[in-house]
């Protein structure tokens, strides 16, 4: 499938894929695309940073290469390796059926047919529905030295391996970057790419969110889980809850078949919105319920 030509292209696409993506996101992955710039998407957790490049795959049918980062990755995990044990299997083979030409040893071990390509050394290579969608996710996870190097790999697209040449990518790949900012990523990397901010949904898009990836939710409950879990983001949590405990939770109280909050539902379900226990601490006793008056108050009738 061919990129899509416009912003509004972009948002439909995204839509066909149950992704709601607003106007500045869909323009700067419209610009991405459109350029060829990776795109950086830093934000709070669960707001859809990784799932747009999933649904950008899924939509313009290419493959999704994903990269996921921790400390201490380094370039054979991430591009490539050399099959030692098959080398070695190699290696006995020519030995047990008599004379081992060493001269030519290294020419047979160092083949395609021994390399191990990783992620980045993958998104290089030319697949069939057009070029891949590169997820480099939670790149804030890993270290300087690896940033750098990848800095090299990006503005290039292209990998190069002393014992058989350089990679070139013919047509460069789709890179998303996302980073959750429990460190600065490197300005240099940062300028590479287009960056945008991705913040928490708005009310009436989370709603649209909701219906999307939770359809059987009733729009009276929606907007009741919907305005509760923005008026929480707004106390001072260890960790607010993201648009991924939205959608839980409303499963979670579909499962349950709940048609309305109350304190006493709050409390015995909150585990699906908040993941520590100083924080669900401070929703006990009367306070789930102040919160649930205070967000029915604010809620116009539907
Ligand atoms: N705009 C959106 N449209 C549809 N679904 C969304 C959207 N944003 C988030 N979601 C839902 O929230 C879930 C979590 O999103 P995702 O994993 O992309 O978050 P993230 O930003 O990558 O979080 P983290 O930083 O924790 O990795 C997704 O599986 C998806 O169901
Ligand atoms: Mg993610």
């Not at 607003?22 to 695309?33: D, I, K, M, N, Q």
């Not at 934000?43 to 921790?70: D, S």
């Not at 292209?158 to 959750?180: C, D």
């Not at 649209?208 to 949590?237: G, H, K």
């Amino acid at each position: 499938m061919q990129k899509p030509t416009s912003i509004d292209a972009v948002q439909s696409l995204l839509a066909g894929q149950d992704y709601v993506c607003g106007r500045a996101l869909g323009t700067v992955t419209y610009l991405a695309l459109t350029l060829g710039r990776p795109l950086f998407l830093e934000g709070e957790a669960g707001t859809g940073k990784t799932e747009i490049a999933k649904a950008l795959a899924r939509a313009l049918g290419r493959r999704l290469i994903r990269l996921q980062c921790y400390e201490g990755l380094d370039a054979a995990s991430a591009v490539y390796e050399w099959n030692f044990t098959g080398q070695m299997i190699a290696i006995r083979a020519a030995e047990a059926s008599g004379g081992v030409d060493r001269s030519h040893l290294k020419d047979e071990l160092f083949t395609q047919e021994f390399l191990i390509e990783r992620p980045l050394l993958q998104a290089m290579r030319p697949q069939p529905g057009g070029a891949p969608v590169l997820l480099i996710d939670e790149i804030d996870r890993t270290d300087e030295p690896f940033e750098a190097f990848l800095l090299e790999a990006l503005s290039d697209f292209q990998v190069t391996i002393p014992e058989l040449g350089t990679i070139h990518a013919p047509e460069p790949p789709i890179v998303i970057l996302t980073s959750n900012r429990t460190r600065e990523v490197h300005d240099a990397l940062k300028r590479r790419c287009l960056y945008h901010w991705v913040d928490y949904p708005t009310f009436d898009r989370e709603i649209e969110i909701l219906q999307a990836r939770a359809p059987e939710a009733a729009e009276v409950l929606s907007r009741e889980i919907v305005a509760f879990v923005q008026r929480l983001r707004t106390e001072d949590l260890f960790k607010k809850p993201g648009v991924a405990e939205t959608i839980d939770w409303a499963k979670c109280l579909l499962a349950l078949d709940v048609i309305s909050l109350s304190p006493e539902v709050i409390a015995d379900t909150l585990g699906a919105i908040l993941k520590y226990q100083d924080d669900i601490a401070k929703l006990q006793g009367s306070e789930a319920k102040r919160l649930l008056d205070e967000v029915r108050a604010g809620l116009e009738p539907a």
